[in-house]
């Protein structure tokens, strides 16, 4: 329920304020949402295992955001961004698919 | 559950359950977990009594959608290459610079085109001045153009029909080495090179017409110079007196010659080299 209104302020927010993304961030901003729908999705997953736990979602998700950019930095200064950052949203991507599986297979059982 | 866990939600292993190993571990949870009340009443129960943990997540959720929804507006609001990194950049400019080399030749190459069709265009504009001007000139000497300017008229009256054809053939002679340009007899015959003389019945013929007295003639030239012409012994005054005719010269501001010829293609001549 939170999550939801949660998701929903998030949206309003960003469309009200329109905020001025810093330079230096804006090649990690893409790679940071990813990896933080990864997390989420997991922590979906997890939910529906009935394994969830705040503690380790709040952990993954800042650890995932902060892996995803650390890659892509490294990335950037050996002069192999773009691959890197490609090969991280390819990782994540494979990841957020076999997490909607799972989730889709707890909903309807297929 | 066939799958691992991913980061996600998997609690961390309490320390006392390393005796038994992980994937029996994750047996063990998911059957506790199927023996749980279904999925469905779970999230039911959790929409309808939200407890503090939940918050966390709730801010971190809305935290993601705010970040994606900054990315995507960014994505979209901004051009395109403020989001690329050095090398992309790089390349971006790269194949700029060898876009507008390329326009560059291409203005060159152009420029040079229309340079040369200018040039083509001038020459032609002056080919086709010096044709008319040409074609002026010689209209006015072949008599296929009205001619106007300085001149001199010249009325030869004879009233007893005794002016010959040699006088008058003799006198447009004097004319003509007088400098005459254009010449025109009664307002109808244009006088040029072809022209034809022959006594007629009751005057001259002039090019097969007919002309009778008194002769009008038109010439145009320097009037002083014609006038002069008139007058030497033997000259042109000189015969129509021995014709016992009478001369009036006049000179008017300007000499009007309205009769023309239509140009006579030659038969035999052709230009030589």
């Given at each position: 329920m939170i999550a939801v209104l949660g998701m929903i302020l998030g949206v309003v927010l960003g469309l009200v304020f329109k905020p001025d993304v810093p330079l230096w961030m804006e090649p990690y901003l893409p790679i940071a949402v990813v990896?933080?729908?990864?997390?989420?999705?997991?922590?979906?997953?997890a939910y529906f295992d009935g394994l969830f736990s705040d503690k380790v979602f709040v952990v993954s998700f800042i650890s995932n955001v902060v892996i995803a950019a650390l890659i892509v930095f490294i990335g950037d200064k050996l002069g192999v961004g773009a691959q890197l950052s490609t090969g991280v949203v390819v990782v994540l991507g494979i990841r957020i698919f076999t997490n909607v599986a799972a989730i889709r297979r707890h909903l309807f059982h297929a | 559950m066939p799958d691992e866990p991913s980061d996600g939600g998997a609690p961390e292993q309490p320390v006392g359950e390393t005796k038994?190993?992980?994937?029996?571990?994750?047996?063990?949870?998911?059957?506790?977990?199927?023996?749980?009340?279904?999925?469905?009443?779970r999230m039911l129960r959790s929409f309808t009594r939200p407890s503090g943990s939940q918050v966390l997540g709730g801010v971190l959720v809305g935290l993601l959608?705010?970040?994606?929804?900054?990315?995507?507006?960014?994505?979209?609001?901004?051009?395109?290459?403020?989001?690329?990194?050095?090398?992309?950049?790089?390349?971006?400019?790269?194949?700029?610079?060898?876009?507008?080399?390329?326009?560059?030749?291409?203005i060159a190459e152009l420029t040079k085109t229309r340079n040369r069709l200018r040039n083509s265009s001038d020459q032609r504009t002056t080919a086709l001045e010096q044709a008319t001007k040409e074609l002026n000139t010689l209209g006015i000497l072949a008599g296929t153009l009205p001619a106007a300017g300085p001149?001199?008229?010249?009325?030869?009256?004879?009233?007893?029909?005794?002016?010959s054809v040699n006088h008058l053939?003799?006198?447009?002679?004097?004319?003509?080495?007088?400098?005459?340009?254009?010449?025109?007899?009664?307002?109808?015959?244009?006088?040029?090179?072809?022209?034809?003389?022959?006594?007629?019945?009751?005057?001259?013929?002039?090019?097969?017409?007919?002309?009778?007295?008194?002769?009008?003639?038109?010439?145009?030239?320097?009037?002083?110079?014609?006038?002069?012409?008139?007058?030497?012994?033997?000259?042109?005054?000189?015969?129509?007196?021995?014709?016992q005719g009478k001369t009036k010269v006049s000179t008017p501001k300007v000499v009007r010659i309205d009769a023309t010829r239509t140009p006579t293609t030659p038969q035999y001549a052709v230009p030589a080299s």
């Open positions: 990896a933080a729908m990864d997390a989420v999705f997991g922590a979906l997953r | 038994f190993n992980r994937r029996h571990l994750a047996e063990l949870r998911s059957e506790l977990a199927a023996d749980q009340p279904d999925v469905r009443e959608t705010f970040a994606a929804v900054t990315q995507v507006r960014l994505y979209s609001d901004t051009n395109t290459y403020s989001g690329l990194r050095q090398s992309d950049l790089v390349q971006a400019l790269n194949g700029l610079q060898a876009a507008s080399t390329k326009a560059d030749s291409e001149g001199i008229r010249i009325v030869v009256i004879d009233k007893r029909g005794q002016y053939l003799d006198g447009i002679e004097e004319l003509r080495d007088a400098g005459a340009e254009a010449i025109e007899i009664n307002h109808r015959v244009r006088v040029v090179a072809q022209t034809s003389f022959a006594d007629g019945e009751g005057g001259i013929e002039v090019d097969g017409q007919l002309l009778t007295a008194p002769y009008t003639l038109d010439v145009i030239g320097d009037p002083d110079t014609l006038s002069r012409a008139l007058d030497f012994p033997g000259g042109f005054k000189d015969d129509v007196t021995l014709d």
